[in-house]
């Protein structure tokens, strides 16, 4: 199929819509009585067919689609812009401008292989082919008013130029064309062969769409109206009309509004054997707007299928199949319809159609407009007669649509038929219209917020048929318009208003505050919680995620309390129920809140126990774990201490399972008895950056309490004691005085100064002042070589600190977790615990002697 020029629109006269419906009725017996009796199907939903063998091929919404008419089966074929298909054997080929530049496009069926011509080819180049031969236009000259014509054959990938023209055809070794010749257009043939020129057209004034088949050229004379078909015999030399006889219309009731009658012929045709199908758009003395056939040698035109005036289609042919698609419509009751349709000319319809029919609506106020869509089953309708009820009717439409001016409760029928037999429904009732209201106003906008400049598409999405709009966005600025666009240059909060009225009335909306506007430097809450539900007590990280933050505040249970204002927290949920989360991003241009997020926090019930009575853990926080995976956790030891303002606080790990002796600091606050945990890790920590200080010796959390008690309003000097195995040191060779404790915290490394407290046989001890309780590392520096370490003598003034460690604060028993994999070495760590008596001995004197320093202050 090629693409032809386009049908001028028909304009009836004003006149001559008094007397359509007479025309009607005094054709339709000539009509019906000559049309083929074949059954018609659809085959698909597109655009441009064309048919050769049993395949058709069509374009919709710029993908191919090949139907195989034997096994009734459709294949798409991949593009998005995929226009006007030719197809010859197992050959396709068309117009493609999915890369953004026209091209076409050649593919083979069975391989589905595919290449493209390029050279010489613009958004006008519409492909024909023959054998292994595609023709095509490009390139206009302003000087010539013609395009230029090329031919490229696929199998030698071989390109030529032709001559020049327009609406190329080829057949066998012969190629026919369009060019200006005499007068506007002329029609010319190229021989391949020979690369000779005839112009084989008689004189006249606007030919194109020339089509070749054996020994005869068609071609559309656009003379007048929507043009009519011409022959030419290569043997006989003779040229005749097909479908015009140019006397003029002789019926009275289209008396000066189709003087040419029968010249709405020639926007689309096509040849094939003896056989010429064209498409009418008006009705006439010569019929009905439709598909028609015309038989070459009987000179006999049948009509194949009936729509309503002003309809175009693109009928294409091979050997007996007809297929069609829908082209541009016009005018009121033109058909409403994308499908793709298939006559057999060969065969007859074998069973009359069943009527059926919907609606895309059944109500609604005047004017209601309403499109009816033919559903009828059984055999294909050929002809449709639609009744609306209201003393209007439309003939020959397959969807029709009709519009209710007067208010009242309608009763729609319709009538099919075909060859075979016809058939009738009735919908009682079917249609109710009423008076218009006046109308239901609302409306919607693309964004509700945004920075300044702030731009927001306003869409009226009222009911009831408004007529006209008043917007008034708050700013000073306003719009008529039913869709308005508005651009809000200044931060703040504004007001939308929407007025909307019709003939009837009017009505109004306001949204208080509906578009927030804010300043482009003001932050961004925003953050994020690795779990949001578990079981008490339910560890939970809190992740800063904001965005132009200098400052934050956590309100940890939507109480109103500012809980931290560190970038990471670790809460601590110990009783069930839910406890919401927000936060408050702040900067010197404003503030934002950030959505809360519920934490959820369950109480673990006996099945969960093993029969040891130790409860289930799970990883990566959850299950009332700490917010380290615990795939990552070696050993972790829990520590419990009564915490009353104005006292020291001391938790012991007394089973020795980490390298964490205690946690002190001095209470600035009553807290009651909180738990703290000391976990020691196989490696770093995920949650910390890499550290790059020298040899690692151990990674290990603190977490003490809820997240956000342990800051500087309620605890003073906290202190973290630590011991280091002498055969690292030695293993590793590193020197004791370069032993650092390093704290993670603001997504960072920090070295404390460390004290030695003492040592014994196995250990050396630590302590060191800390900011606070996070994310840990013990590291140390190998010796200089030729450095001789001396043994550190015991830090009296540390020894009293750790003494004191022992004093009665509320410090309780210390329970041990271990991963499986640890547990053996855990029970050899114990053995040698308890093989150096003298450490608990000399803990008893210093627990003493800190007492009684203790109570002299």
């Known amino acids: 199929m090629k693409n032809y020029r386009k049908p001028h629109s028909i304009t009836l006269a004003s006149t001559a819509l008094v007397f359509v419906f007479l025309i009607l009725i005094f054709i339709s017996s000539v009509a019906s009585a000559s049309q083929v009796a074949t059954q018609v199907t659809r085959i698909g939903n597109g655009s441009d067919p064309a048919i050769y063998g049993s395949k058709v091929v069509w374009t919709d919404r710029g993908v191919i689609h090949i139907y195989d008419l034997t096994s009734k089966t459709d294949t798409t074929v991949s593009s998005s812009a995929a226009s006007h298909p030719a197809i010859y054997g197992d050959k396709l080929v068309w117009h493609d401008e999915s890369s953004g530049v026209p091209r076409l496009t050649v593919y083979d069926i069975p391989s589905s292989d595919r290449s493209y011509i390029t050279q010489d080819v613009d958004n006008r180049s519409i492909p024909a082919i023959y054998g292994n031969k595609i023709v095509w236009s490009a390139n206009y000259n302003e000087s010539s008013y013609n395009y230029s014509i090329y031919m490229r054959d696929i199998s ?39 690369k000779k020129i005839e112009l084989i057209s008689p004189y006249s004034s606007d030919l194109s769409n020339p089509l070749m088949y054996g020994n005869k050229v068609i071609w559309s004379n ?10 030419y015999d290569l043997v006989t030399k003779n040229t005749i009309d097909v479908t015009s006889d140019n006397t003029g219309n002789t019926l009275p009731e289209y008396a000066g509004s189709y003087t040419d009658a029968g010249d709405d012929t020639g926007g689309h045709i096509d040849i094939n054997g003896n056989k010429i199908v064209y498409s009418k758009s008006g009705n006439d003395q010569f019929g009905y707007a439709g598909v028609y056939v015309y038989d070459i040698p009987s000179a006999k035109s049948t009509p194949v299928y009936i729509y309503p005036i002003g309809t175009y289609t693109t009928p294409d042919i091979y050997n007996s199949t007809i297929v069609w698609g829908i082209g541009d419509t016009y005018g009121v009751g033109v058909a409403n319809d994308n499908g793709i349709y298939m006559s057999d000319l060969s065969a007859t319809n074998t069973l009359p159609p069943v009527a059926e029919f919907t609606a895309n609506v059944t109500s609604g106020t005047i004017p209601l407009v309403v499109q009816f869509t033919d559903i009828s089953t059984g055999g294909v309708p050929t002809s449709w007669y639609w009744d609306f009820g209201n003393g209007i009717n439309s003939k020959h439409a397959t969807n029709a649509t009709h519009t209710f001016p007067n208010p009242g409760v309608y009763n729609i029928t319709l009538t099919v038929s075909n060859g075979a037999g016809n058939s009738t429904v009735t919908k009682s009732n079917y249609i109710t219209v009423t008076s218009p209201q006046a109308p239901v106003v609302n409306f919607s906008t693309n964004v509700t917020s945004g920075t300044a400049p702030l731009t927001v598409l306003f869409a009226d999405t009222s009911t009831g048929a408004p007529t006209s709009w008043y917007w008034d966005f708050g700013d000073g600025t306003n719009s008529k318009d039913s869709v308005a666009v508005n651009k809000f240059t200044k ?68 109480d109103g309390t500012v809980d931290s204002t560190d970038p990471i927290i670790i809460c601590v949920f110990t009783d069930p129920g839910t406890y919401p989360v927000s936060l408050t991003a702040i900067n010197e241009n404003g503030t934002s809140v950030a959505k809360p997020i519920t934490i959820t926090v369950t109480q673990k019930s006996s099945s969960d126990d093993d029969d040891d009575g130790h409860s289930h853990k799970s990883g990566g926080g959850g299950g009332g774990g700490s917010p380290e995976p615990q795939t990552n956790v070696q050993v972790k030891e829990l520590s419990k201490a009564q915490v009353t303002n104005g006292k020291p606080v001391v938790f012991d790990f007394t089973n020795n399972a980490t390298c964490v002796v205690y946690v002190s600091f001095d209470a600035k606050k009553t807290a009651g008895k909180i738990t703290t945990i000391a976990e020691q890790l196989k490696a770093k920590s995920t949650l910390t950056s890499v550290l790059d200080s020298g040899e690692v010796y151990k990674y290990f959390n603190l977490w003490v309490g809820s997240s956000g008690f342990a800051n500087e309003k309620n605890i003073g000097n906290p202190v973290v004691c630590f011991k280091v195995e002498k055969s690292w040191l030695q293993d590793k060779k590193i020197d004791k005085s370069s032993i650092t404790l390093n704290r993670y915290s603001d997504k960072k490394w920090s070295q404390l100064p460390v004290k030695c407290l003492k040592e014994d046989n196995g250990y050396l001890y630590f302590t060191a002042e800390t900011p606070g309780f996070s994310f840990f590392a013990i590291t140390g520096k190998a ?64 627990c003493l002697l800190s007492l009684f320093l203790y109570k002299r202050r």
């Not at 109004?508 to 482009?520: A, H, N």
């Not at 430097?521 to 578990?534: K, M, Y």
């Not at 028993?813 to 271990?818: L, R």
Request: with cysteine.
């Open 222 to 231: 656009f003379y007048s109206r929507d043009g009519f078909i011409q022959m």
């Open 783 to 846: 010796q200089a070589n030729g450095t001789e370490t001396k043994p550190l003598a015991e830090n009296k003034t540390h020894s009293s600190v750790d003494n004191q460690s022992k004093s009665t604060t509320g410090s309780e028993a210390t329970s041990v977790e271990q991963t499986p994999e640890q547990n053996q070495s855990s029970k050899t760590s114990g053995k040698e615990n308890s093989k150096a008596p003298g450490f608990e001995i000399a803990s008893c004197v210093f």
């Open 156 to 194: 030698t990938s071989t390109q030529v130029w032709i001559a020049e023209g327009e609406s190329p055809d080829i057949y066998d070794t012969k190629i026919v064309y369009s060019a200006s010749g005499r007068d506007i257009r002329d029609i010319f043939m190229y021989d391949i062969t020979t």
């Open 491 to 558: 931060p703040g909060n504004y007001t939308i208003s929407l007025t909307v009225g019709n003939n009837v009335g009017n009505n109004t909306l306001t949204k208080p505050g509906y578009i927030v506007v804010t300043d482009p430097n003001a932050p961004v809450a925003n953050f994020s919680a690795n779990v949001t539900s578990g079981y008490a007590p339910l560890w939970v990280l809190l992740t800063d995620l904001s965005q132009n933050a200098t400052s934050r505040n956590w309100d940890i249970r939507n």
